[in-house]
C-alpha cells in the first residue's frame, strides 16, 4: 500500500489556521507548503498557525528549514507558531536541531487550540 501524503489547511475562527501534514512531506511537497501557506501568512488579522503532526510520518531538512523560515517570519508580527500532537519519530527529529526550544510543542491538537486561544485573547 503506498502512504498517501497530503497537506491541506482548515480555518480556526477567523484569526487563525490549522495545517495537516499527512504522511511523508519531503522536498517535493515544499512548493505545495509554500503555496498553501503564503496567501495565510500574508492575511492581516492572522494571529497564528497550528502545524497538526498527528498523521506526519517524515519530514527531510528542507522541511525543516521552511518551518523555521515560518516561525521567523510569524515571530516578525507577533504571529504564534505551535506543532501539535508529533510522533516520536518527528519529535526526536526536531527535538535534534533544536526547534523544540524555539517553537511550541503541544501533545494534542485540542491543546495547541487551547494554547492558541490563549495567546489571541491577551
Not at 14 to 37: K, R, S, V
Not at 69 to 96: F, G, H, P, V, W
Amino acid at each position: 500500500m503506498k502512504n498517501i501524503s497530503q497537506i491541506s489547511q482548515e480555518a480556526l475562527g477567523n484569526d487563525y489556521y490549522a495545517i495537516h501534514l499527512i504522511g511523508e512531506i519531503d522536498i517535493n511537497y515544499l512548493p505545495q507548503l509554500e503555496t498553501t501557506l503564503k496567501p495565510i501568512t500574508e492575511m492581516a488579522q492572522l494571529k497564528g498557525i497550528i502545524l497538526d503532526c498527528k498523521k506526519l510520518v517524515f519530514i527531510d531538512s528542507k522541511i525543516v528549514g521552511f518551518i523555521v523560515y515560518l516561525y521567523t517570519k510569524l515571530s516578525r508580527s507577533n504571529q504564534k507558531l505551535i506543532i501539535a500532537e508529533t510522533n516520536e519519530t518527528i519529535n526526536d527529529i526536531m527535538t535534534l536541531v533544536g526547534l523544540s526550544t524555539i517553537i511550541q510543542f503541544t501533545p494534542t491538537f485540542d491543546e495547541a487550540v487551547k494554547q492558541l486561544n490563549v495567546y489571541v485573547t491577551q
